[in-house]
């Protein structure tokens, strides 16, 4: 995206970053609207300096990180726990009744203006959550057992 080429049909990346949602029109598979959005990409990566915004742009076959799934689940109605996120954010550690209430507490974080999930994921990988937590809602009432996850991962 940062040198201005389109992802090819073939590959995962032109599914995610949307290039399969433009119009087929009377060019090769749509290729002016996938221009198009290519140029969107352009101005928002480097007119826009997306870095410092701290706009993430994930590569080709990288992991994406479990905070999004997070965040996915906690503001849609009708999504499924992801696997990543019952275990990076303490919803393994949950009794039925309690995760209705670990939920609701990262929506109010995901809903606070100072919140980052850079920030977030970064305290998940290193076991740090309640910490993090805390200094973003001081008076939310939190269970720091619940949150309680496997990093940092010793024996990796």
């Not at 029109?25 to 300096?49: A, P, V």
């Not at 742009?57 to 997070?70: A, E």
């Amino acid at each position: 995206m940062v040198t201005g080429c389109m992802p090819r049909i073939e590959f995962q990346m032109w599914i995610d970053f949307g290039f399969c949602s433009c119009k087929v029109c009377n060019d090769y598979l749509g290729e002016s609207e996938e221009r198009k959005l290519s140029d969107l990409y352009q101005e928002l990566i480097i007119q826009k300096d997306c870095q410092e915004n701290r706009i993430e742009v994930c590569g080709y076959k990288q992991p994406i990180k479990s905070v999004y799934y997070l965040k996915q689940y906690v503001l849609s109605e009708f999504l499924s726990l992801e696997l990543s996120v019952n275990v990076d954010y303490g919803f393994m550690n949950c009794r039925t009744d309690e995760i209705k209430k670990l939920r609701n507490m990262y929506k109010k974080l995901f809903e606070t203006l100072q919140f980052d999930p850079q920030d977030l994921h970064e305290a998940c990988m290193a076991g740090k959550i309640f910490n993090y937590i805390r200094s973003i809602l001081p008076n939310e009432v939190v269970n720091a057992n619940l949150l309680k996850n496997p990093y940092p991962l010793r024996d990796y």
